[in-house]
Nanobody, 124 residues
């Protein structure tokens, strides 16, 4: 059974930082791409960032480029999302997901397992 467990969310002031973690079990973590998505109230879940199986390739949504960094530790079966210079519009539930592909994946349909989400709230 594949499980993804996110942690690290919370309340932060605008301009602050948070680091999200996502621990994966039940799958050969190092073989697959990983991604982060987010969903704000009343909005669809949107792509945030993705990283290839080796960590050699990454890709970001324009809205977070230059502020967020995705990384992975294959020895720990964990993917991270470092979020700096946070803005109120970054407020959302953040989800990690594991893909069945090795390269970077932007679309939700490219991911087959999802975590339960962690709330990030940025106050102005």
């Amino acid at each position: 059974q594949v499980q993804l467990v996110e942690s690290g969310g919370g309340l932060v002031q605008a301009g602050g930082s948070l680091r999200l973690s996502c621990a994966v079990s039940g799958r050969t973590f190092s073989s697959y791409a990983m991604g982060w998505f987010r969903q704000a109230p009343g909005k669809e879940r949107e792509f945030v960032a993705t990283i290839s199986w080796s960590g050699g390739s990454t890709y970001y949504a324009d809205s977070v480029k230059g502020r967020f960094t995705i990384s992975r530790d294959n020895a720990k079966n964990t993917v991270y999302l470092q979020m700096n210079s946070l803005k109120p519009e970054d407020t959302a539930v953040y989800y990690c997901a594991t893909s069945s592909f090795r390269g970077i994946v932007v679309y939700k349909s490219g991911y087959d397992y999802w975590g339960q989400g962690t709330q990030v709230t940025v106050s102005s």
